[in-house]
């Protein structure tokens, strides 16, 4: 797709724009004023985690219950995310990348910019936080406009 004018052109940069969630991500590649999707990640399983915290129920002094198995299965699901992150940017020629743009919930920014390669995370130039997985990639480059 070709981006429109008012938007950044990428025309010296080739540039991966990682646009990531807990359990899904979609990868584009932006240059010579285009824009290509170049894959999309996605890991069934729980929507969301909105458990806070660890919580024992107990009564007379023994447990009855923990919210640890959701915890468990939560953990599990961003280990597979992030090996098919991992195993999805394998395929892309990292020498070819000039410039990397993180695009990612808050909550996992960190973490997921912590997994990525080493020589994919000294080329990230910008870091937006926000959901944009599943966005259309005129409306990614529109975002990257107003962040930087």
Known sequence: MFIPDKFPQFADDKTLIIVASSQSADLHIAYESQIETVAEIRIDGIEHDDQPGTFQRRSGGKTLGSNEPQRDEADKIKKKFHDALELTLNDISMSEIDQ???ISSPQDKA???????????DKITAEISGNFVDSHPKDIIEQISKAT
Do not use: F, S, Y
């Open 111 to 121: 973490t997921t910019k912590a997994e990525l390669p080493k020589e994919l995370q």
């Open 100 to 102: 990397v743009i993180l």
